[in-house]
């Protein structure tokens, strides 16, 4: 059975909704595709960028376990650090 040009761009078609669908929107973006290393930059660390968890050791965008003076191309100084170091020096 030959296929035709318009069947074959059909089936292109569902393979394309289905990998939407079973592609999760949640992904991470791996260590080796934002340059990850464990150790700061020009003095920026993880721990001063908007998307670190602290709690966990985790990023938002960047998956696995991420060392609070580690560094990645997308670090993005949280404009809040400073007021959170305050807050725990007020705390201690
Ligand atoms: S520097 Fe990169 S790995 Fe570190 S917390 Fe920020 S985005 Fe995540």
Redesign the pocket.
């Known amino acids: 059975m030959q296929t035709s040009r318009r069947q074959f761009f059909q089936y292109m078609a569902v393979l394309g909704l289905g990998s939407l669908y079973t592609t999760p929107l949640y992904a991470k973006t791996p ?1 080796e595709v ?1 340059k ?1 290393q464990s150790t700061p930059n020009n003095g ?4 001063e ?5 602290p709690d966990t050791n985790e ?4 998956e696995g376990n ?2 609070p003076n ?7 100084k949280d404009p809040n650090y400073k007021a959170i170091l305050e807050d725990n020096k007020t705390t201690q």
């Open positions: 260590k934002v990850y920026e660390k993880c721990r960028c908007i998307h670190f968890i990023c938002k965008t960047v991420i060392d580690g560094w990645c191309t997308i670090y993005y």
